[in-house]
């Protein structure tokens, strides 16, 4: 059986890995997936395009939260609030809210 331990996922981690039951995990030249909605707590909007960018900006102020840029865009992290779906962001083409039952890639992957 594997204990599941929560680590940050900071770059030394990733390339140095963690010690789980006496082995090591290695992230370094792998795809780190992130849950999101209930299950980590965590609600993404994915922004894709600078048209997407314009749209959230032109609804007010954005509150600070953890970003990630992309390679297309950026990641905004924010807390999981129940009853907001996954979607995508109206009349956005490439801006999306992940939220139940969804999944990023973090930012340190390899694209493939």
């Not at 929560?6 to 963690?18: A, D, K, S, Y």
Request: proline share 2%.
């Amino acid at each position: 059986m594997v204990d599941l331990v929560f680590h940050f996922l900071t770059l030394l981690i990733i390339r140095r890995g963690i010690s789980n039951n006496g082995k090591r995990i290695t992230f370094y030249n792998n795809n780190i997936g992130i849950l999101t909605g209930a299950i980590s707590k965590t609600i993404v909007i994915d922004l894709d395009s600078e048209e997407a960018v314009v749209w959230l900006k032109s609804k007010g102020e954005v509150p600070t939260t953890w970003l990630a840029k992309t390679g297309r865009g950026f990641h905004l992290y924010f807390n999981y609030k129940q009853g907001v779906l996954s979607g995508k962001l109206h009349s956005v083409r490439e801006g999306k809210i992940l939220s139940n039952p969804c999944e990023r890639v973090a930012k340190f992957s390899v694209r493939k």
